[in-house]
């Protein structure tokens, strides 16, 4: 049912309700319904701007993964044998109706993330819809290869299959996004999906896979298990029954995922951790580059994978980036997400605050804090903010230029030569995005070159296209999000042969087993 939210003001207090409303019968979507989990335990949703807590669910435990795999299981056959043109015409019918709950879409996503409603409204939900209509059209373009005559008398081409069911487990950063980047490819390349949201964040999760079902999608092709991930995500990515795993989230709970995923030698999808570098030469737009890092650091709060975390800035153009660059920080203005003028929520929770907060006042031994370093007081003090935080003339071998803090924090280190600039834009265990800032075409080209990231952004940082990969290098892991590229991840690749002659092959027959009758 869809639920008009045009004639209620958007608040936390209304969108709560909301939340408890279309998940009161638990918070699992298995089978094409709402289902509760069976684990014994429960765990609340807490508004990150208030802490205070909007819904509480059932989380789900292993038989419930075992029901959703089993349910994913079962529709994979008729899925997977429907054409593309079905197949397309259903995710076309699905992108329509992620539009038409655009709003709920976007209210939900700031209730349980805390991000502003206008980033929700604007970058969250449009970009979803966007992927739902790309892949509803490139589900027509699962191509193999042509047939051709590579050995005498036999003809071979190359089938482009779909692997089977897939378990993704997505983060609390963007959980609608992370679903759509998830499910879309997999399930318009024939494969079943069961997806496993952050604890924190299952509303838009489970309001994706409702959509799907509405749009006719056959039960059982998406699923959704709240769960915790050591048990349920756990169980999830060991499942027998389960072809691929893909994961989202940090290096370190990566490594495990592929540690359980190897036992039963499943294809695995690591987006991983990031530390994107900003590189700012000394000919550069200066104001278009404080603009950038400003935009780039602080995105969703800083808790951004992609976001620009280290700006290397050339010399010349040092102290002017870093007093222009701590001054725009200051004008943003942090308050109430559903409020308008916000520019900045706060973070997922409390606990990230008080991580954040650690790796600032750490720094403090070793560089100078610019500007921010505290979390605000008065109306916002019992929401998990943090203010936009500036760090200057940290050593590149330091903690808070190597470790991802996954906050609004910036730290901006000097360089003198271009070499310097790129050695030291690599010289982390990270390579999901970066940017180059300048205004030499030979220089930004070899950035590119030489940068070595999933992504790299000249005179711009952060903005994704659903028609282009995104995708790390080194710790950041490997796979393509997006693009036609997304189907290499969740295809399997088949050669077929054919022999032309229709008669037994003797000639073979006696290489291989001698000259007999």
Not at 414 to 420: I, L
């Amino acid at each position: 049912m869809h639920h008009p939210t045009s004639d209620h003001p958007a608040s936390a207090k209304n969108v709560a309700a909301l939340a408890q409303e279309l998940f009161a019968e638990g918070a699992n979507f298995v089978a094409g319904r709402l289902v509760k989990g069976t684990s014994g335990r429960t765990h609340a949703v807490v508004d990150p701007a208030t802490g205070e807590e909007v819904y509480t669910y059932e989380l789900a435990g292993t038989a419930d993964v075992d029901a959703a795999v089993a349910a994913a299981r079962a529709a994979f056959p008729g899925w997977s044998g429907a054409t593309p043109g079905e197949r397309s015409d259903a995710m076309h019918r699905f992108a329509g109706v992620l539009d038409e709950k655009a709003e709920e879409f976007a209210r939900l996503e700031s209730l349980q993330c805390g991000k502003p409603l206008k980033l929700s409204r604007e970058f969250d939900v449009p970009g979803s819809v966007d992927n739902a209509a790309f892949f509803a059209g490139a589900a027509r373009h699962l191509q193999g290869q042509s047939a051709g005559e590579y050995s005498a008398d036999h003809t071979s081409y190359v089938r482009r299959e779909p692997i089977g069911v897939v378990g993704s487990i997505a983060p609390w950063n963007y959980p609608l996004q992370m679903a759509a980047w998830k499910v879309l490819p997999a399930i318009a390349a024939g494969n079943t999906i069961v997806l496993k949201p952050a604890e924190l964040t299952p509303f838009t999760s489970l309001l994706f896979a409702q959509a799907a079902t509405e749009a006719g999608l056959p039960d059982g092709v998406v699923n959704v298990i709240s769960g915790a991930g050591r048990d349920a995500g756990e169980h999830l990515v060991g499942h027998p029954d389960v072809a691929m795993t893909s994961f989202t989230g940090s290096t370190g709970v990566g490594k495990r995922v592929a540690e359980i995923a190897t036992a039963t030698v499943k294809r695995i999808h690591l987006e991983l951790g990031g530390k994107a570098p900003f590189v700012v030469f000394d000919d550069a737009d200066l104001d278009a580059a404080v603009h950038g890092a400003v935009a780039g650091s602080l995105i969703n709060t800083g808790q951004d994978c992609t976001a620009a975390t280290r700006a290397y800035v050339q010399r010349p153009l040092y102290e002017a980036f870093v007093e222009r660059t701590a001054a725009l920080m200051e004008t943003v203005r942090l308050g109430d997400p559903f409020a308008d003028g916000t520019d900045l929520g706060p973070l997922i929770s409390h606990a990230q605050r008080d991580r954040v907060a650690a790796f600032v006042d750490r720094a403090r031994g070793y560089a100078r804090v610019v500007t921010g370093g505290e979390a605000p007081g008065g109306e916002l003090a019992d929401g998990a903010y943090y203010r936009p935080t500036l760090i200057a003339d940290a050593a590149q071998d330091s903690e808070a230029v190597q470790s991802e803090i996954f906050g609004p924090v910036l730290v901006v280190l000097p360089f003198d030569s271009d070499d310097e600039g790129i050695r030291l834009a690599n010289d982390t265990p990270y390579g999901l995005a970066a940017s180059a800032w300048s205004t030499n075409v030979f220089r930004a080209n070899r950035a590119t070159r030489e940068i070595k990231a999933g992504c790299v952004w000249v005179n711009d940082h952060i903005p994704i296209l659903s028609e282009m990969p995104h995708g790390g290098y080194k710790a950041s892991g490997y796979g393509k999000d997006m693009s036609a590229y997304s189907f290499d991840e969740y295809t399997q690749i088949k050669h077929v042969m054919f022999d032309n002659t229709a008669v037994v092959r003797k000639d073979w027959h006696r290489t291989v087993f001698g000259d007999r009758p």
